[in-house]
């Protein structure tokens, strides 16, 4: 249960839903009929028919077509999602998995940090601070983490790292030269929709989450998720 619950919380890293909204709904399993594909760089947005009428969800990108039975599994429910990339808010949508389309998290977490080829940027890093009542460098919010946890943050930094496609979203590593790597202050692990490459230099917005466990061993004590990013 304890793995399901990480599933769940993690999946759904969302470009348009800010601390102030309603936390979102989690549910088990949704089937349905596909009546409307949209697909985007990495998500495939999907209209379905279901036993309780029309409802859209969102999963990591494949071929579907009209007419396609599918079953989501992992499934939150969230209300007033914007989609930068359709230039549409859904008044509420389901984020989930495809039923047979990957592994479980702890799975997914294994082939991030082993299988999968990495690019990572290991020069000097050097970025100045983003502006703003919610600004914070990485080491503030690492030192911070437990005053700053669900609050909204605004971070610049460069791109260090990127895994992307893993649990439905993009796991980047960001840095701006703040902190120390003895005492793992200088690396802030960022979770997002949005698109980045190594050696970007962005600016993060997004809530502080504190001890979370994905499993097989991969655990943080702190981190940024549901981030939106600008270059």
């Not at 919010?141 to 649990?167: C, P, Q, Y």
């Amino acid at each position: 249960m304890k793995l399901l619950f990480a599933v769940v919380m993690l999946l759904c890293a969302s470009a348009g839903w800010s601390a102030d909204q309603a936390a979102p709904a989690a549910a088990a399993v949704l089937k349905g009929e596909v009546l409307e594909v949209k697909d985007v760089e990495s998500y495939s947005y999907l209209r379905l028919k279901t036993a309780d009428g029309e409802t859209w969800a969102a999963v990591g990108k494949a071929p579907l077509k009209k007419g396609a039975k599918v079953t989501i599994e992992n499934t939150m429910v969230m209300t007033n999602f914007e989609s930068k990339a359709l230039k549409k808010t859904f008044p509420k949508i389901v984020f989930g998995t495809l039923a047979g389309a990957g592994t479980g998290a702890a799975s997914q977490m294994a082939a991030a940090h082993s299988g999968q080829p990495k690019a990572e940027f290991t020069g000097d890093v050097k970025v100045p601070k983003a502006s703003g009542p919610d600004a914070r460098t990485v080491a503030e919010v690492i030192a911070k983490s437990g005053e700053l946890k669900d609050k909204t943050v605004l971070i610049r930094g460069k791109v260090v790292k990127f895994s992307g496609g893993i649990m439905g979203k993009n796991w980047i590593h960001l840095r701006d030269g703040s902190g120390s790597a003895a005492d793992k202050t200088d690396d802030l692990l960022v979770t997002t929709l949005d698109q980045a490459k190594v050696g970007d230099v962005v600016v993060v917005k997004g809530l502080v989450r504190t001890d979370k466990d994905f499993g097989a061993g991969y655990a943080y004590k702190v981190l940024v998720e549901e981030a939106t990013l600008q270059k």
